[in-house]
């Protein structure tokens, strides 16, 4: 289903735009690659995450405004859309301006060379022919337009060339355009042999400028007058009526294809394309001119990500970071360690792989029953995932409830699906019009009575995250976990995998907050609790650190503590529509985002509550999707000592830093927090890094 932000123009009194505010995320991540003091691969890549989530905003949020129907109908949608294609045009100018005049002249100056067939010696010229000869041209495919060639059907966001010939073509007919589309199945940028660098160093070269170098070689007896790579991107968000399709997986798998063909929302040419050329170009995807993008570079920075897989040189990377292990799982037996309490972890700071180990551990124990969990994103590989194919096959009962829409990851999902019911696993794929977004899993033992009274019987041990179960993004995205035996909490995370299988309503549950039931109206009763706290002439306190911002009546509860006199500060990464400091509405709101090392992706609320210190972890963000068309459990930090764990580390560094953090104001801008006067610099992820790493690194401070 597609939806929107509104355009309603009362709405702009009180709260921000949700895609501009998205926009302003990209320019601090920009901002990181136009910091001088960041090693040069680092701020390359983040050059590329900036294309990444430019690309994802394009497929989904403009293709959602898109898709609300006939915009000759409604001012207030164009006029919006206005406004985020000049930020988008003025975002991408920026982008390249970076890489053209700072990142690739710097890593030239290291040795890292990115040539154009104009900077190119005669001995790289000729490997580069022969490499044109033997890898590329075989595969190529140039489609002349005419009535029996039509425009071709173009790939979403795939290279592709198009060329204006003149002459006659090998029948003595005057076709003029022409369609070359760039192999997927080849690498985009390729290494140059040392050998023939006159400068030394390593040289490079994409895959765009070796087929712009030989364009002419494609069409013997014509000549090219002019030429451009082009790329289209299109709408990807997938729908499928799941109340009418009888098997969602088969049903996923046709929509996957057709995905690559989705309406057109953005065009993207060289900046020396000739007019004539990105006008055919529009009139044939069907777009006006304010969804072109003439691009100084190449029109897909994040396949640039393949240069910096190849340079290994260590001074233009992160220094290494090896995480922590938790010392009280070290060298223990974990069923017995979960027995005598909690064990918190904190990414990427501390390993993932204590989580790895509880389910591994698990999958090959004797005593072990069962063992249920739920699945978003995992990735391609993954050691959880063979772990339970492993207990599967060992005949314990093996329940996984795997989200098949987890946008851009459906395809592995499937496939993950596939094979873990070829190993003898139950697969659900949760509820019928909700995502399931919650990140728990539950170990259910057959255990002997102990010597410390316990009756013998079923015991549950439970992990509940803030983040997925995905081992590649444990070592980049900043997250909690939560190993309990606590009897009641891992009871009900076994009510909430009784109520995703069966579909019957939940039990009451004392401890979790369970979406789209309660979640949201939980997280209201807990803002509404410090308001009367603080009429009550109390200090009221809230602390929330999320991803996005955005559900209406949430914020609306928010401006109302806010007036009752509760000091909130909210830690927002992405899109934040709330307007804090503003008088007489949210004057004690403050709200920062940071950006760092690593993505920033836990989820606490925290709630001071006259001393009680409530604090959450959650897996969902403060967004209408996550609290009513999702799957989402907040969970609370039961122990004293795990508590001000969270706080101490999640939280407090954060208002603390002035080195990474940005401050919204009213309108809607970011400004950097810098050192003032006297102050230290201080990096919150550094201080986590040498708090909790194995090997402490060097601040520079």
């Known amino acids: 289903m597609k939806t929107a932000s509104s355009t309603d123009p009362t709405r702009a009194n009180i709260f921000l735009d949700r895609e501009l505010s998205q926009l302003t995320f990209n320019r601090r991540v920009l901002a990181q690659a136009e910091d001088t003091s960041l090693p040069l691969l680092e701020r390359l890549r983040y050059l590329c995450i900036v294309s990444n989530n430019l690309d994802e905003f394009f497929e989904v949020r403009v293709a959602s405004l898109l898709a609300q129907g006939n915009l000759a109908e409604n001012p207030a949608l164009v006029a919006n859309l206005a406004r985020i294609s000049n930020e988008c045009h003025n975002l991408v100018k920026d982008q390249y301006a970076v890489l053209n005049t700072e990142v690739l002249p710097e890593l030239k100056k290291k040795g890292v060379h990115l040539v154009r067939h104009t900077d190119r010696n005669e001995a790289q010229r000729a490997w580069v022919k022969e490499y044109f000869e033997r890898e590329v041209r075989p595969l190529l495919t140039p489609i002349g337009l005419d009535p029996a060639h039509p425009f071709p059907q173009v790939v979403n966001k795939s290279l592709n060339f198009i060329i204006s ?105 060289a900046k020396n394309c000739a007019p004539e050329l990105s006008e055919f170009l529009l009139e044939q995807f069907g777009l006006d001119k304010s969804r072109l993008y003439a691009v100084d570079g190449p029109v897909n920075l994040v396949r640039l990500a393949e240069l910096i897989d190849h340079v290994k040189q260590p001074s233009l990377r992160f220094e290494p970071f090896v995480p922590g292990m938790p010392q009280k799982t070290a060298h223990h037996d974990i069923f017995e360690q979960l027995k005598k309490h909690d064990i918190l972890l904190h990414h990427p700071f501390q390993s993932f792989q204590t989580v790895v180990d509880f389910i591994q551990v698990a999958a090959h124990d004797p005593s072990v029953v069962a063992i249920k969990q739920t699945i978003y994103r995992t990735g391609m590989h993954s050691d959880l995932m063979e772990a339970l194919m492993a207990a599967a096959r060992a005949g314990k009962e093996v329940t996984v409830i795997l989200e098949l829409m987890a946008r851009f990851d459906e395809e592995a999902n499937i496939n993950w699906a596939d094979k873990l019911e070829q190993a003898g696993a139950q697969v659900v794929y949760g509820v019928v019009g909700l995502k399931t977004h919650a990140k728990v899993a539950l170990v259910i033992r057959r255990e002997d009575a102990d010597a410390e009274g316990n009756p013998g019987g079923l015991r549950f041990y439970a992990h509940l995250g803030t983040g997925n179960y995905h081992l590649t993004t444990t070592r980049l995205y900043t997250d909690f976990g939560l190993l309990t035996a606590h009897p009641e909490m891992a009871q009900e995370v076994n009510e909430v995998f009784i109520h995703l299988t069966s579909l019957t309503k939940p039990h009451k549950l004392t401890h979790l907050w369970l979406a789209p039931f309660a979640l949201q109206s939980e997280i209201i009763k807990a803002i509404r609790n410090e308001a009367k706290i603080a009429r009550a002439g109390r200090p009221g306190r809230i602390i929330v650190k999320i991803n996005a911002l955005v559900d209406e009546s949430v914020i609306r509860a928010l401006y109302a503590a806010s007036h009752d006199g509760v000091k909130i500060d909210l830690i927002v990464r992405g899109a934040c529509t ?80 002035n080195s990474n953090a940005w401050e919204l104001d009213p309108g809607g801008h970011y400004q950097r927090r810098k050192v003032r006067g006297k102050q230290v610099e201080f990096s919150a992820q550094r201080h986590l890094m040498e708090l909790l790493g194995t090997h402490p690194v060097d601040t520079g401070e």
């Open 165 to 269: 010939l003149t002459g006659k073509d090998a029948f003595g007919r005057g076709t003029g355009i022409a369609i070359v589309k760039a192999p997927r199945v080849l690498p985009r940028v390729i290494r140059i042999p040392d050998e023939l660098s006159t400068n030394g160093g390593m040289s490079f070269c994409l895959l765009s400028s070796i087929i712009h170098s030989h364009i002419e070689d494609l069409f013997t007896g014509r000549e090219v007058i002019a030429y451009s790579q082009f790329r289209v991107t299109r709408d990807s968000d997938l729908w499928v009526d799941e109340e009418e399709v009888k098997n969602l997986r088969q049903a996923l798998k046709g929509e996957l294809q057709g995905r690559q063909f989705g309406t057109s929302v953005r065009l993207e040419v």
């Open 578 to 657: 709330l307007k804090p400091g503003v008088p007489g509405l949210s004057e004690n709101i403050k709200v920062r985002s940071i950006i760092g090392r690593f993505l920033e992706h836990s989820r606490i609320y925290y709630f001071r509550n006259d001393l009680a210190h409530d604090v959450y972890l959650a897996s969902a963000d403060w967004m209408s999707r996550n609290l009513f068309r999702r799957i989402e459990v907040a969970f609370p930090i039961l122990d004293k000592a795990l508590k001000r764990r969270v706080i101490t580390e999640g939280l407090n560094p954060y208002l603390k830093d």
